[in-house]
């Protein structure tokens, strides 16, 4: 059950959210309007790509997809499972996904599309982050998932079933976490444009730094 975990996974999981907001924010308004938080939409402008013939951007919409894919791939070769587990490389996952946005921000400089496939590619990696635990699948990069799973709970609760209010608690972490990251990213993007993605980069860097001094401090309470 989710309330024998640490409450660190509540705010992981609103840091993660609103840095995937703030990513998907900077990409809708500098990436010519294309998401790379989640698949969905480029999925369905692939599709419509096939009847429009526009062959270059069908090429694009398909990168996107791969690197997204590629992202969740290599989370899944480094991180061994889904269920969260302390001990697990997510601080090597997070450095990884840094140093993917930084070099973003220098091809997007450039006027690079390699700059937008690295942050699908980064995105696919924080959304392989996947925690499952008490019966529930958390992603913090798309916000369906979270809605479907909250309303559920509502509604059973509403026929006199038990709500798990810290479950429900973080399922709204996510969604004000993902609405924050696209505030904030808003707000940067109009004076530093794609440089900005430097904040959600030291953002991972500090979440990579924080989980290592936590998970070192715990093994060595657990060895004495």
Not at 29 to 40: K, P, R
Not at 152 to 161: D, K, P
Not at 209 to 219: A, D, G, S, T
Request: net charge positive; proline share 1%.
């Amino acid at each position: 059950m989710i309330t024998k975990l640490p409450r660190w996974i509540e705010y992981g999981a609103f840091t993660l959210a609103l840095i995937a907001g703030y990513i998907n924010a900077i990409a809708l308004l500098g990436f010519e309007h294309q998401a790379v938080s989640h698949l969905s939409g480029t999925a369905t402008l692939f599709g419509i790509g096939f009847i429009d013939s526009n062959y270059d951007n069908l090429l694009h919409l398909f990168i996107i997809l791969i690197s997204f894919f590629l992202g969740s791939s290599f989370s899944g070769f480094l991180l061994h499972g889904s269920a969260i587990k302390l001990g697990r490389h997510y601080d090597t996952a997070l450095t990884i996904e840094a140093g993917l946005l930084i070099l973003a921000v220098y091809l997007l400089s450039k006027g690079s599309l390699y700059g937008h496939y690295l942050t699908s590619v980064a995105c696919g990696l924080q959304n392989a982050f996947a925690t499952t635990f008490s019966g529930a699948v958390v992603r913090t990069t798309h916000l369906t998932g979270i809605f479907t799973d909250l309303g559920i709970m509502v509604g059973r609760s509403l026929r006199g079933n038990e709500l798990d209010k810290r479950k429900a608690l973080l399922f709204l972490l996510i969604i004000i976490g993902f609405i924050v990251g696209a505030s904030l990213a808003a707000y940067a993007f109009h004076s530093l444009l794609f440089s900005s993605l430097m904040i959600p980069a030291f953002m991972c860097l500090l979440l990579a730094i924080i989980y290592r001094i936590y998970r070192f401090k715990q093994m060595g309470v657990m060895k004495s």
